[in-house]
Every structure is written in structure tokens, then in C-alpha cells.
């Protein structure tokens, strides 16, 4: 019997080296985790541990900026910056009422596109320059080298998911070819005291297709099974967790889960999270794909656009954002 109680360990490692077989065989514990818990861990996935540390080390020193140099990159409309501590509150949860807001500050960076890019120039939603903070040399770089190589790892990712579709194994190459990306980088400060609705982050669902949450050392990640117990992800040395968020119900009819998790720092110390959130190409319709739907399964969602559902998502999100989305309207 299969337990749907823990988070699965998946071993990339044959898979990446093609040995015969293991597409196959990987793709089946994707799909089991996906339809029976929504998380999973991958280990030997080819991103070099240096890159990991160094993307810890510069979200560490980031967040150790004094709060009007952060505050310089503050966060924009297009959801790139800093997000201040308490500058959400998750209101669009499903999972739970949450009325006070997140113990975390987070700095928010997407694919890195060029100045002169016909989409940064024209101010399109969602593909703007990113918010680089000034003086802190060496910053971008390993930030971009990191989201670089997970880049790679997202593009081996999405032919698993193909096959644990039953759909061809190239199905997602071209949605997921310029894939819009986001990298949170978040600080939860060290706790002394926390009420049992103080939440680093409160219980939610990503809105992502798949969230890439780096390899931590210090724990404080809760996921709530499908029979609605709160389990503790364990510390797995190296392991990626892979969760599924909004998007991929979406693209799968409800077929694969974006199941609410949470957070809360209670290590005494500080704690920092990388999650990487990717979704398809900006302009790919988000609808059902043929393997999820039937005569007896109609599509349960319209399908809709990554812009169209984060502007709605941001409005309903983000406080500061309040204003920006006002003056974007305008
Ligand atoms: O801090 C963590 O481990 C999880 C973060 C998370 O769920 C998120 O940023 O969406
Ligand atoms: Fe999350």
C-alpha cells in the first residue's frame, strides 16, 4: 500500500542520465505524488550546491540591508521587489480565515530580460526589468546564475509531467519554452513568541504550474494532506520540494493537487526560503490538457491567461499593491 500520509522522495538521478526506463517509471511517482499528495522531494537534480548556497548567502545579505535601501526596490506592479514584513496578508486563502499578516519580508525577482527587451520597453505587465538593489555587488549575478540552472532542471521537469499525463513526451516544450518565472526570496526573522495564528506565511495554495522550494536546513514547512491533517516536511540534506499550485489544477482539471501548505520560523533562529514558481509562457492559454477531460469530465475551469489570473490574484493579495494596481488602471 502506498502511504499518501508523507511526502515522496523521487530520485531524479536515472532519469537525468537516460538510463532505459526510468522516464517511465519517474513519471508514475510524479503521478502518484501529484494526485495523492501534491508534494514531493527530488534528489540528484543537477543543481550544483554551490549555486544554492550562494543564492542562501545573497538572500541573507539582502534582507540584512537597512529597510530604506530595500525599501528603494520596493515592490511594483508587475510583482518585482521587496514585499516589506506584514505587507500581506492572504486573504484570497481558502484554507483558512486569515486576518493578520505574514511574518516574513521577501525580495521578488523574475527572468531576467534586458533593458531594451520589446516588452520591458513597451511596460507589459509581468515582463518588466527587475528591481535591482543599488551596492551590492556580485547580488544579480549568482541570483541569476542560480534561476539559470533551474531553468534547466524546469525544462527536464515539464517531459516527466508530459508522460504522468499520458500525454507525448514533448507536450509541454513549447508552453513552457520562455516559461514566466518568479524567485521569492524570503526572510522569516527569528520568533521569540508565536500565537497559534501567527504564521510566517499563513496556510495557502501557490498559484504557480510547479514551485521549486531550494533545499533548507532549517524546517518550518507544514503541508496538509488530503485527509486534512498538518504533517511537518522534514529536512531532506539537498532535496528540492516540488509542490503544484492553482495553475496546474487548471491545466489538469483537477487531476493533480495544489495542496495548502504553511510555514512558521520556529527554529530560534533566522530562517530564509527560496521558492521558485513557474508557469507557462505568458501568452499560452492555461486550459485543460485532452488526458483530463471526457464526456464524463467536463473542463471545470474556463481557461484563462497568466496575466489575466495574477492581476486578479495580486488585487486580492497584496495591500501594497493596492495602489499600483489603482494607478495601473487609470
Ligand atoms: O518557507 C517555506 O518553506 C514555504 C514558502 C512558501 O510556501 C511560499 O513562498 O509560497
Ligand atoms: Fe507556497
Redesign the pocket.
Known amino acids: 500500500m502506498s502511504d499518501t500520509e508523507t511526502i515522496p522522495v523521487v530520485d531524479l538521478g536515472p532519469y537525468l542520465a537516460g538510463e532505459p526506463g526510468a522516464l517511465q517509471r519517474t513519471a508514475g511517482e510524479l503521478r502518484f505524488a501529484l494526485t495523492e499528495i501534491g508534494f514531493y522531494f527530488i534528489v540528484n537534480h543537477g543543481v550544483p550546491e554551490a549555486l544554492i548556497r550562494g543564492a542562501f548567502e545573497q538572500a541573507a545579505r539582502f534582507h540584512a540591508l537597512p529597510l530604506d535601501r530595500k525599501m528603494d526596490v520596493r515592490v511594483d506592479k508587475h510583482n518585482v521587489g521587496y514585499l516589506p514584513m506584514r505587507g500581506d496578508t492572504l486573504r484570497t486563502s481558502t484554507v483558512q480565515t486569515v486576518t493578520k499578516a505574514n511574518l516574513n519580508e521577501a525580495f521578488f525577482m523574475a527572468r531576467d530580460l534586458p533593458d531594451d527587451h520589446p516588452d520591458v520597453l513597451a511596460d507589459r505587465r509581468f515582463r518588466s526589468a527587475n528591481r535591482w538593489p543599488k551596492d551590492l555587488p556580485g547580488f544579480r549575478e549568482a541570483v541569476v546564475a542560480y534561476c539559470d540552472a533551474l531553468e534547466v532542471l524546469v525544462h527536464k521537469l515539464v517531459r516527466l509531467y508530459a508522460v504522468a499525463l499520458e500525454l507525448p513526451v514533448l507536450y509541454f516544450d513549447e508552453p513552457f519554452r520562455d516559461f514566466q518565472y518568479k524567485l521569492?526570496m524570503?526572510h522569516?526573522p527569528y520568533q521569540e513568541a508565536l500565537a497559534d495564528d501567527d504564521f510566517?506565511?499563513a496556510p495557502?495554495t501557490?498559484t504557480s504550474f510547479l514551485?521549486l522550494?531550494a533545499p533548507?536546513n532549517v524546517p518550518?514547512?507544514s503541508i496538509r494532506t488530503q485527509t486534512g491533517k498538518w504533517i511537518d516536511a522534514p529536512v531532506v540534506p539537498g532535496a528540492y520540494v516540488v509542490n503544484g499550485g492553482q495553475m496546474l489544477q487548471r491545466w489538469t482539471n483537477d487531476v493533480f493537487l495544489a495542496t495548502p501548505?504553511r510555514?512558521v520560523n520556529r527554529s530560534g533562529g533566522e530562517r530564509y526560503?527560496l521558492?521558485f514558481f513557474t508557469d507557462s509562457n505568458i501568452d499560452w492559454p492555461v486550459a485543460s490538457v485532452p488526458t483530463t477531460v471526457g464526456p464524463d469530465r467536463p473542463p471545470k475551469f474556463p481557461t484563462t491567461w497568466y496575466t489575466d489570473y495574477m492581476i486578479q490574484y495580486q488585487k486580492r493579495t497584496y495591500d501594497l499593491l493596492a495602489d499600483a494596481n489603482r494607478q495601473a488602471a487609470e
Open positions: 521569492r524570503t522569516y510566517g506565511i495557502h501557490d514551485t522550494l533548507n518550518g514547512l501548505h510555514a526560503a521558492a
